[in-house]
């Protein structure tokens, strides 16, 4: 949670130093089948995996956990984990792996009624613009309804920033 606040740098640098520690308590993890506790911290990691630019690597990772047995099982971690996954393919240019993760990631907050996670999920289409602008509106949109329903600021912002940048490139 240290990543979408003012404490950003310094937990950024702190998840740097424990990388390979990461690393390793992912493999064991995969390893062992452990596939909710190897989805939340997948999960849980994409942000800083596409902060530092390590888009490749954070996709293997969350390609492993959810791949592993009875992953459907977890649907809050696995759509936390498919949200990442979506957002680091359209960084690295796979539209569509990174719309059906995106959207499988939605459908599943959807399903569980997860606002907080439908509203944040909303707003990881942004790198998307040229590519879905149609549908892209309304995704934001309801991200900002959400988020000011819920409370969520750091949502909220996001949500309208995105928004700001899509009206501005396409209107």
């Given at each position: 949670p240290h990543l979408k606040d003012r404490e950003q740098l310094t937990w950024l640098r702190?998840?740097?130093?424990?990388?390979?520690n990461l690393r390793a308590a992912l493999h064991w993890l995969i390893e062992q089948n452990e596939t909710q506790v190897a989805l939340r911290l997948a999960g849980a990691l994409w942000r800083f995996w596409h902060s530092r630019g390590y888009w490749s690597e954070g996709q293997h990772w969350l390609h492993l956990a959810l791949n592993l047995p009875?992953?459907?099982?977890?649907?809050?971690?696995?759509?936390?984990?498919?949200?990442?996954?979506?957002r680091l393919a359209l960084h690295l240019g796979n539209t569509v792996a990174g719309r059906n993760q995106l959207g499988a990631c939605v459908a599943l907050y959807r399903e569980s009624g997860n606002k907080q996670g439908l509203a944040e999920s909303l707003t990881m289409w942004e790198v998307n613009y040229r590519n879905a602008p149609l549908t892209l509106r309304p995704l934001l949109e309801e991200s900002i309804h959400i988020a000011r329903e819920i409370g969520d600021r750091?949502?909220?912002a996001t949500a309208l920033q995105e928004l700001g940048c899509f009206l501005l490139s396409h209107e």
């Open positions: 702190r998840l740097e130093l424990e990388h390979e009875q992953s459907e099982s977890f649907p809050d971690a696995r759509a936390k984990a498919l949200g990442g996954a979506g750091w949502i909220l």
